[in-house]
């Protein structure tokens, strides 16, 4: 047969056929059609954007995907399905990537942290190892522990690691600028899980009224700053204020005025004035055990 007519011969073939000659691993052959999107039947709906995909993949890899198509199937060619969780555009595209190549990508810390949440609402479990794995390798310090237990809460693994440092080094982060970065959740998961408790009571006093300063608008109302630091939770009753001395109790009360009520200021200094401590507390304090 002449080279003229091969090379007629090879224009002719179907682009499948010559696509599939180089394909060499069922891998590589789905990752492909993930990439061109041939033969795809579904159609998922996420925030504003849409992303073709294959029904049967889906199905194969993921334990909620594979009920949610049992709930929506159609004799139409293209079934279009709105996922409605509360899940990141970025992160569902991870999610759908990792699904056909079983590969995360060089992703930042913050897109690894969207790509587990897509993974964990969709039962990857694979995908969500991978990701942990990723977040194992982050470097807690006193300058970020705030900001990752705020961004990663609901990561358990890296919330742990993130508690074990904070165990282990409470007083420079109690001390740091970074516990202004702290939702009043994560300062709440703080105080109230006793990390700090071996802290002086006047340097958790101190660092509470700073941290709620540095969330207000108006600076030096401390009637503002008692309201943040009792509702919706009592980190104030945290603080060891029931462990002050007098002379630290008096400086408190001039330094932050209408921080305590004129009651509650009696009540403590009752408090301290007895060795045997007073059973007439503020209902929010709450002794160290």
Same mark, same amino acid.
């Given at each position: 047969m002449s080279t003229k007519t091969n090379q007629q011969n090879e224009k002719t073939k179907p682009k499948q056929q010559r696509w599939q000659n180089e394909i060499k691993s069922l891998k590589a052959g789905i990752a492909y059609i993930y990439q061109t999107k041939e033969f795809a039947d579904i159609q998922l709906v996420v925030g504003a954007r849409k992303?073709?995909?294959?029904?049967?993949?889906?199905?194969?890899?993921?334990?909620?995907?594979? #009920?949610?198509?049992?709930?929506?199937?159609?004799?139409?060619?293209?079934?279009?399905?709105?996922?409605?969780?509360?899940?990141?555009?970025?992160?569902?595209?991870?999610?759908?990537?990792?699904?056909?190549?079983?590969?995360?990508?060089n992703l930042s810390v913050d897109a690894v942290a969207e790509a587990y949440r897509a993974a964990a609402k969709f039962g990857q479990k694979g995908m969500m190892k991978l990701c942990e794995d990723r977040l194992a390798e982050l470097e807690i310090t006193c300058d970020n522990v705030c900001t990752f237990l705020d961004q990663f809460s609901d990561i358990e693994s890296v919330k742990k690691k993130c508690l074990i440092f904070l165990k282990n080094n409470s007083l420079s982060v109690l001390t740091s600028e970074n516990l202004k970065e702290a939702s009043t959740n994560t300062l709440w998961i703080m105080f109230d899980g006793g990390y700090f408790k071996h802290a002086p009571p006047i340097t958790r006093l101190r660092s509470?009224?700073?941290?709620?300063?540095?969330?207000?608008?108006?600076?030096?109302?401390? #009637?503002?700053?008692?309201?943040?630091?009792?509702?919706?939770?009592?980190?104030?009753?945290?603080?060891?204020?029931?462990?002050?001395?007098?002379?630290?109790?008096?400086?408190?009360?001039?330094?932050?005025?209408?921080?305590?009520?004129?009651?509650?200021?009696?009540?403590?200094?009752?408090?301290?004035?007895?060795?045997?401590?007073?059973?007439?507390?503020?209902?929010?304090? #709450?002794?160290?055990?």
């Open positions: 992303f073709k995909a294959h029904r049967l993949i889906l199905a194969a890899r993921s334990p909620e995907f594979f #009920k949610l198509l049992l709930e929506k199937q159609s004799n139409t060619s293209l079934t279009t399905i709105e996922i409605r969780d509360d899940i990141p555009e970025d992160g569902f595209e991870y999610l759908l990537r990792y699904i056909y190549t079983d590969e995360l990508g509470a009224v700073r941290w709620a300063s540095s969330q207000l608008a108006t600076k030096g109302d401390y #009637k503002l700053v008692r309201d943040l630091l009792l509702n919706p939770r009592p980190i104030l009753g945290r603080c060891g204020i029931n462990k002050l001395n007098i002379p630290e109790l008096q400086k408190a009360l001039a330094q932050y005025e209408n921080l305590i009520t004129a009651e509650e200021g009696f009540q403590f200094f009752m408090n301290a004035n007895f060795s045997s401590g007073s059973k007439r507390l503020p209902a929010w304090c #709450k002794i160290d055990d």
